[in-house]
């Protein structure tokens, strides 16, 4: 796929790397163009190509633009990458505040929802928020993690499955992108216990 990644920190190195290492084709950008360089050169060696790429040109031919930058910056970036109509885009921002789970964002919002405000015609998929980002720097062994995902468009949710299987995820669609802020409130409750020293996959029942 044909992938655009508006970030350069932590889930833009990881994710990145994976898909990069999957052999997919990304796209770099950020507010500093030399991270999205350096991000991009240190991809060199992977099967997929990695260019960095002036924020407004991130998604130009892309199949797919992942939005990984801090919820308050998220829109801006959105709207400056002034995204095709028909993309998908993947929203893996949380709204919270360091170790305090609830969200930042007036009731009854999403971020997806604002982000798909953002990016007109769009298909937001809210994805990979869940898993802290050192999750995907190898292959998982065992148990593969459910990515669980939001949206509206059949295949926009098919592709980001797809990118979810190239981690080494199992993707699960619950629901529509009306259920986007009940996935930002889950990724509430798992950081809050997480920081707070607790292991979240207690706080669930066992299969
Ligand atoms: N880290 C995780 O484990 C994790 C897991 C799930 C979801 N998330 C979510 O994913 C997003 C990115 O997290 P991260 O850990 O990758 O963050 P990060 O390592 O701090 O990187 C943030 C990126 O956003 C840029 N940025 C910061 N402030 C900005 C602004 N005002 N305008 C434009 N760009 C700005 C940074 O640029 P500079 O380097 O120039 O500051 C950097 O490229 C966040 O919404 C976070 O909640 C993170």
């Known amino acids: 796929m044909r992938i655009g990644i508006i970030g350069t920190g932590n889930m833009a190195q990881t994710l990145g790397a994976a898909w990069a290492r999957a052999g997919h084709d990304l796209a770099i950008a950020g507010r500093s163009p030399e991270k999205a360089r350096a991000l991009a050169d240190t991809l060199a060696d992977a099967p997929g190509a990695a260019v960095a790429v002036p924020v407004e040109e991130v998604a130009v031919g892309r199949d797919v633009v992942l939005v990984v930058v801090p919820w308050d910056a998220a829109e801006a970036m959105v709207a400056q990458a002034r995204i095709p ?15 305090i ?4 964002i007036e009731p009854g919002e999403s971020m997806a929802g604002r982000i798909a405000q953002a990016a007109p015609g769009a298909h937001v998929v809210k994805a990979f928020h869940t898993f802290p ?24 949710l098919k592709a980001v499955g797809e990118l979810a299987r190239d981690l080494g995820g199992d993707p699960v669609v619950l629901g529509g992108s009306d259920r986007a802020r009940q996935l930002e409130e889950v990724a509430g409750f798992i950081i809050e216990l997480a920081v707070n020293g607790h292991d979240p996959s207690a706080a669930v029942p066992a299969a």
């Open 85 to 99: 109509a028909g993309t998908a885009v993947i929203d893996a921002t949380n709204a919270v505040a360091h170790g």
């Open 101 to 104: 789970g609830t969200l930042l």
């Open 133 to 156: 980002s050192y999750q995907w720097t190898q292959p998982p062994t065992g148990r593969a993690p459910i990515v669980v995902m939001s949206g509206d468009d059949p295949g926009a």
